[in-house]
């Protein structure tokens, strides 16, 4: 009997590294990882647990025991992206030696002629000229036999389409991990005319206006905020952010992320004015002299309609019947809930609230990323590579007069006609 070949730990390395290194487990990470994108997206992510037991039922143990509900924060997710990049780069490195020597030593007259690996041959009337046929950089060579051969390459550097998409997507992965730690975020909101920190960056951000353009339905067309960023040393840069048009400035980019509604409030003792404050919805205000005497800004109506069974909407966007729905607290005890008009006073003992003046106030994100311009790079180095695959292939004619050999790795018969259809023109002529 034959003994069994034993299996050493280098043997087991070695196969691995071929794994890893090949184009098999490329496509089982990549596909792994869209099913985990899928996952992402039709699952809500970044839910309380409660929510998706009441969403989900049983389901839900299986959701928060895979991390479907932070599909791109977990762990195992951050694991298959990490071999992904280690695939890329590993057949980066293990490609490069061999596309080098392709490009700088395969596309010869000498070499072509010593391998005879031609796609088609073709049987030529008269000699033609290969620069007329759409090539350039003609060689000329003599074979064995002594015979003149003339040979010419076109779309050479298409040998380094898919390594080139290989080091784009690895770029990208990596511009993206290294923006998920420098990439800083911060928000401010306020209505035309404030003035607020960008955080603690020493940034200081106007919103000189803001406007919400409607369509004849009253739907919303726009949201265009004009905005000023004030640099700590006083410098200053204007411009307008809308949705899906970001402003640029000291290399932030700000967005016009969403709006509401605030309204003034005014708090007033025995008739006497002591306390104006301005509130957005969910926002509350209190007297300083009775702290636990509280009003909370629930929400506005600009165009209030009640139905019948007391459900509230509104009508239209414009402040045609503004009303405004609000809480009132006592020592953490609900008083109760109403709406006011604008200007209506609210009575509580000796105090009075008055809500007035309701103006639209707009959110903005600022957002620093100094990985932007790299993952830029790195995307056009990822197309020019698809480019460089798919419509600049290879291709390789040769002739000795009385034949053209013709070589492409990819659809040599399009080229052979391609050929064929340019000779026979000349021909015609």
Not at 6 to 34: A, D, P
Request: with cysteine; net charge negative; aromatic share 12%.
């Amino acid at each position: 009997m034959e003994e069994k070949q034993e299996i050493t730990w280098g043997q087991v390395g070695r196969k691995l590294f071929g794994f890893l290194c090949g184009m098999k487990c490329s496509l089982i990470l990549l596909s792994v990882i869209l099913a985990a994108c899928t996952a992402g997206s039709v699952v809500p992510q970044n839910q309380p647990q409660a929510w998706y037991e009441a969403q989900y039922g049983g389901a839900a143990r299986w959701i928060m025991m895979f991390s479907l509900d932070d599909v791109f924060g977990c762990a195992w997710f951050g694991l298959l992206s990490a071999l992904l990049a280690l695939n890329l780069v590993l057949c980066s490195i293990v490609r490069f030696p061999h596309l080098w020597k392709q490009w700088r030593t395969s596309f010869s007259a000498q070499n072509r002629l010593q391998r005879q690996d031609a796609s088609f041959v073709m049987e030529l009337e008269s000699p033609v000229d290969l620069q007329a046929l759409g090539f350039r950089r003609v060689e000329t060579v003599t074979d064995a036999s002594g015979t003149a051969v003339q040979y010419a390459v076109r779309s050479r550097f298409g040998v380094w389409g898919s390594w080139l998409c290989h080091l784009g997507m690895l770029l990208i992965m990596g511009g993206f991990a290294l923006g998920g730690v420098l990439t800083t975020e911060d928000t401010v909101y306020g209505i035309p005319g404030s003035k607020q920190p960008i955080g603690d960056t020493g940034y200081q951000l106007s919103i000189d206006d803001f406007e919400v353009t409607l369509r004849e339905d009253y739907t919303v067309e726009q949201y265009t905020a004009a905005l000023t960023v004030t640099s700590p040393d006083g410098a200053v840069q204007s411009g307008s952010a809308s949705v899906n048009h970001p402003m640029s400035a000291f290399g932030m980019s700000l967005y016009q992320d969403s709006t509401g509604w605030a309204n003034y409030v005014d708090i007033r003792l025995n008739g006497e004015l002591v306390r104006e404050d301005l509130l957005c919805a969910g926002e509350y205000t209190y007297p300083e002299e009775l702290p636990g005497l509280v009003l909370l800004f629930n929400k506005f109506y600009p165009d209030l309609v009640q139905g019948a069974d007391g459900s509230l909407s509104t009508a239209t966007p414009l402040c045609s019947n503004p009303h405004s729905l609000y809480t009132l607290y006592y020592q953490n005890q609900m008083l109760g809930m109403n709406l006011a008009e604008m200007g209506q006073p609210i009575q509580v003992d000796a105090f009075t609230f008055t809500m007035r003046d309701p103006v639209q106030y707009t959110l903005i994100v600022i957002r620093t990323d100094p990985t932007a311009g790299f993952v830029g790079a790195a995307s056009l180095v990822m197309l020019l590579g698809i480019l460089l695959a798919f419509y600049f292939r290879p291709q390789e004619v040769w002739t000795d007069g009385t034949h053209l050999w013709g070589r492409a790795s990819k659809a040599p018969e399009l080229l052979r006609q391609s050929l064929a259809g340019k000779i026979n023109k000349k021909k015609e002529g």
